[in-house]
């Protein structure tokens, strides 16, 4: 089974930024795309930002611009830089790869607000 384990979420005001990441147990982790998701109460999971095998990185439109994902082969890590948070960021953010593996982890909560 695989481990996921999502982190560094927390409060912060709008404007500010952010750094999450994610810790992966996968075993070949360098060979598949990885994600961020994200799930606001009541509201659907949606993809945020992706980023391939090869480095080239995707991003939802609600996201463009303020926000890179990167990842750590070695480490098998995720990693999603938020800059100019927006209250519409608040969700439980989760790791997986793309498309998406039947285990999820626990999430990491963003809250942003004044």
């Known amino acids: 089974q695989v481990q996921l384990v999502e982190s560094g979420g927390e409060l912060v005001q709008p404007g500010q930024s952010l750094r999450i990441s994610c810790k992966a147990s996968r075993v070949m982790f360098s060979k598949n795309d990885w994600a961020w998701y994200r799930q606001a109460p009541g509201k659907q999971r949606e993809l945020v930002a992706r980023?391939?095998?090869?480095?080239?990185?995707n991003y939802a439109d609600f996201v463009k611009g303020r926000f890179t994902i990167s990842r750590d082969n070695a480490k098998r890590a995720v990693h999603l830089q938020m800059n100019n948070l927006i209250p519409e960021d608040t969700a439980t953010y989760y790791c997986?790869?793309?498309?998406?593996?039947?285990?999820w982890g626990q999430g990491t909560d963003v809250t942003v607000s004044s």
């Open positions: 997986n790869t793309l498309p998406q593996g039947s285990n």
């Open positions: 980023i391939s095998t090869t480095d080239i990185t």
